[in-house]
């Protein structure tokens, strides 16, 4: 099991940037891909980023759905416990409730089985 808790959602203005950071707890975190997802009003959930199990390093790979590939970085430190996501050239799509989510033996793609989610960080982007 593993528990979840983002931070470092806020305001910002289109062209700017801001770096969520996410948590978790728990003693088999090197077992899971983790990603985030963002939900705007209105709209459903979607898979915004994701990072496999050794993330960056030899083997390791990241994903990102098309309209955030350039602008955002996902990254992990396994000896913390902590994913993040930089976002840079924000724009008011980029604006919703941003969640991060932990998926056993997973890839860290956009088709895992997410079972563990964190409480969600808003993020609001004003043009």
């Known amino acids: 099991q593993v528990q979840l808790v983002e931070s470092g959602g806020g305001s910002v203005q289109a062209g700017g940037s801001l770096r969520l950071s996410c948590i978790a707890s728990g003693q088999t975190y090197r077992n899971y891909a983790m990603a985030w997802f963002r939900q705007a009003p209105g709209k459903e959930r979607e898979f915004v980023a994701g990072?496999?199990?050794?993330?960056?390093?030899?083997?390791?790979?990241?994903s990102y759905r098309d309209s955030v590939k350039g602008r955002f970085i996902i990254s992990r430190d396994n000896a913390k416990k902590m994913v993040y996501l930089q976002m840079n050239s924000l724009n008011p799509e980029d604006t919703g409730v941003y969640y991060c989510a932990a998926d056993f033996l997973g890839r860290g793609d956009g088709g895992g089985r997410y079972d563990h989610w964190g409480q969600g960080t808003q993020v609001t982007v004003s043009s």
């Open positions: 990072i496999s199990r050794t993330g960056g390093s030899t083997g390791g790979s990241t």
